[in-house]
Nanobody
Framework: QVQLVESGGGLVQAGGSLRLSCAAS????????MGWFRQAPGKEREFVAA????????RYADSVAGRFTISRDDVANTVYLQMNSLKPEDTAVYYC????????????????WGKGTLVTVSS
């Protein structure tokens, strides 16, 4: 069993930065691919970024590529999402996800989800 707890959300002005953290319990964290998804009000959940179990491969949604960076620290059992140049359209609840192997952009096959952290970007 893996439990995921997100933190770091909040209110920020457009152009600002935030760093989200996702702390994972369990000793098998290093065997999981990790990812971030988001869901804006009235919209479906969408893929944001993913990192494989080794940390050697990352993927990003086109909408955040070049602005967001995903990373992981297997000693701290934590995955991060550094968000720069934030835009109002980045406003959403951000969810951490863990999946054996690689997190699929569709979200199907995710083994564990966090409860989310709210990011609000004001214009």
């Amino acid at each position: 069993q893996v439990q995921l707890v997100e933190s770091g959300g909040g209110l920020v002005q457009a152009g600002g930065s935030l760093r989200l953290s996702c702390a994972a319990s369990g000793r098998t964290f290093s065997s999981f691919g990790m990812g971030w998804f988001r869901q804006a009000p009235g919209k479906e959940r969408e893929f944001v970024a993913a990192i494989d179990w080794s940390g050697g491969s990352t993927r990003y949604a086109d909408s955040v590529a070049g602005r967001f960076t995903i990373s992981r620290d297997d000693v701290a059992n934590t995955v991060y999402l550094q968000m720069n140049s934030l835009k109002p359209e980045d406003t959403a609840v951000y969810y951490c996800a863990a999946q054996k192997g690689v997190v699929a952009a569709s979200g199907s096959g995710v083994d564990y989800w966090g409860k989310g952290t709210l990011v609000t970007v004001s214009s």
